[in-house]
C-alpha cells in the first residue's frame, strides 16, 4: 500500500470505523523498521512520527525519504507526522519535506493564540493535502489540565484542526487511566477525531472504551525508548554493532506488536 500522502483519508476512515491507530515515535531506521514490521504482521495501519529533538537527528527530509522508503514496500497504510510542533516554521518544513500530517503544540501560549497559529498552519496544510492535529493543554505530569469541551470543539470550528489531542488524564511516560466521563463529555460535544497522547501506559480497557468515543491516534514514544534502553545495557556482549541493531529491532517489533493489539488498529489495514 502507498505512503499516505494525506492524513486526512486515513483519520476519517479511523473515526468512521471506530478504530485507533498507534503513532510511534521514531528517529532511526531500526525503529522503522521495527514499527512497519510489526504493522505489516497485524494487517494494521499506523502513524510514525518524529518529535522536534528527533529532527535534529533525522531532518525532516532524511525521515520523509527513510519512511516513504519502507513505506512503498509495505502491505498497510503508513502515515508519517510531525509530534509536538512548535509552530508555523517547524511545520511547513515537515510539509515540504512530504510529511502528510502535522501537530502543533499550543500548550505554552495563551488559547486565543493556539487558535490563530493552528488556522494559519492549518490553511497551508490543507491546501498541501495534509493533516493538522492540535493540543492546547500539557501532557507532563506535574502540569497537565483537563482539556475543557468548549475549548476542543473551538480547535476544530475556528482553527480549522483535523484532530485535537485532549488532556483526560494520560500524561507522558507514565501509566495513566483516563477520565473516560470527560472524553466522553468531549466526544458528545465535538463529534470529531480526536488523539491521546501518554498512550504507553494506557491500559486496554480504556484504550477500548477511548476509540468508541472517536479516539483515532495514540501516541507511543516512552514503551519504544524503554526497550532500545534495556538493549543498550545488556549488550555488552554483542559481538559487533549489527548485533546490536538486530537485538534492538526484535525488542522495539515486540513493543509494537502489543500497542498495535491494545489500540484496536490490527486487521484494519483494508477494513
Request: aromatic share 6%; glycine share 8%.
Amino acid at each position: 500500500m502507498p505512503f499516505v500522502e494525506d492524513g486526512r483519508e486515513l483519520i476519517g476512515r479511523a473515526f468512521a470505523q471506530r478504530f485507533s491507530m498507534p503513532a510511534f515515535n521514531v528517529c532511526s531506521v531500526e525503529m522503522v523498521r521495527a514499527c512497519l514490521e510489526a504493522a505489516a504482521e497485524a494487517a494494521a495501519p499506523i502513524i510514525v512520527q518524529t518529535y522536534p529533538a528527533d529532527l535534529d537527528q533525522v531532518p525532516p527530509l532524511a525521515a520523509a525519504g527513510l519512511v516513504r522508503s519502507f513505506a512503498e514496500r509495505a502491505p498497510v497504510p503508513v502515515l508519517l507526522h510531525l509530534d509536538h510542533g512548535q509552530g508555523f516554521e517547524m511545520a511547513m518544513a515537515c510539509l515540504r519535506a512530504g510529511y502528510g500530517s502535522v501537530m502543533f503544540d499550543g500548550a505554552e501560549r495563551p488559547f486565543g493564540e493556539v487558535v490563530a497559529e493552528t488556522r494559519r498552519i492549518a490553511e497551508v496544510a490543507h491546501a498541501m493535502g495534509a493533516a493538522v492535529e492540535v493540543a492546547a493543554e500539557s501532557f507532563n505530569h506535574g502540569s497537565a489540565t483537563a482539556s475543557r469541551p468548549e475549548e476542543v470543539e473551538r480547535l476544530f470550528e475556528e482553527a480549522g484542526a483535523d484532530m485535537v489531542a485532549v488532556s483526560v488524564g494520560s500524561e507522558h511516560g507514565r501509566d495513566s487511566t483516563l477520565d473516560l466521563e470527560g472524553l466522553r463529555a468531549i466526544a458528545e460535544r465535538v463529534g470529531r477525531p480526536l488523539v491521546l497522547h501518554g498512550g504507553s501506559g494506557i491500559p486496554e480497557p480504556d484504550l477500548a472504551a477511548a476509540r468508541e468515543l472517536g479516539v483515532v491516534k495514540v501516541n507511543i514514544g516512552s514503551a519504544l525508548y524503554r526497550a532500545l534502553r534495556s538493549v543498550w545495557q545488556q549488550s555488552a556482549d554483542a559481538p559487533d554493532h549489527r548485533a546490536v541493531y538486530a537485538r534492538a529491532r526484535e525488542a522495539l517489533r515486540e513493543v509494537a506488536s502489543g500497542r498495535i493489539r491494545a489500540t484496536g488498529a490490527a486487521g484494519r489495514a483494508t477494513a
